[in-house]
């Protein structure tokens, strides 16, 4: 059975920075992109970064392009999201997601995806 778990999310001040992690068991990781999407209260999920099996292409949401960024670890099957000059709006549940191909969707949508962790709550204070 896969297993996607997250970790790393946290209460954060305006301005300051987090690295989520996400490892998925039970994968052959490197034939599988992967994303992070997130969800605010009220708010539909929605995609944040997708990263492609190897690494060497990246899509960002507008709205964290320039602050966060998007890696991985094939060797140790982990997923990582640097999220720098965070901002209150960032604040939402963070998901990690694998998709079933080698590449990235043009937009990172929910239903993209196949695999889910639970989550990790990021809160980013004023």
């Known amino acids: 059975q896969v297993q996607v778990v997250e970790s790393g999310g946290g209460l954060v001040q305006a301005g300051g920075s987090l690295r989520l992690s996400c490892t998925a068991s039970?994968?052959?990781?490197?034939?599988?992109?992967m994303g992070w999407f997130r969800q605010a209260p009220g708010k539909e999920r929605e995609g944040v970064s997708c990263?492609?099996?190897?690494?060497?292409?990246?899509i960002y949401a507008d709205s964290v392009k320039g602050r966060f960024t998007i890696s991985r670890d094939n060797a140790k099957k982990t997923l990582y999201l640097q999220m720098n000059s965070l901002k209150p709006e960032d604040s939402a549940m963070y998901y990690c997601?694998?998709?079933?191909?080698?590449?990235?969707?043009?937009?990172?949508?929910?239903?993209?995806?196949?695999?889910w962790g639970q989550g990790t709550q990021v809160t980013v204070s004023s």
């Open positions: 039970s994968l052959i990781f490197d034939d599988y992109a």
């Open positions: 990263i492609t099996w190897s690494g060497a292409s990246t």
């Open positions: 997601a694998a998709r079933n191909t080698l590449g990235c969707p043009p937009l990172p949508t929910v239903g993209s995806f196949g695999y």
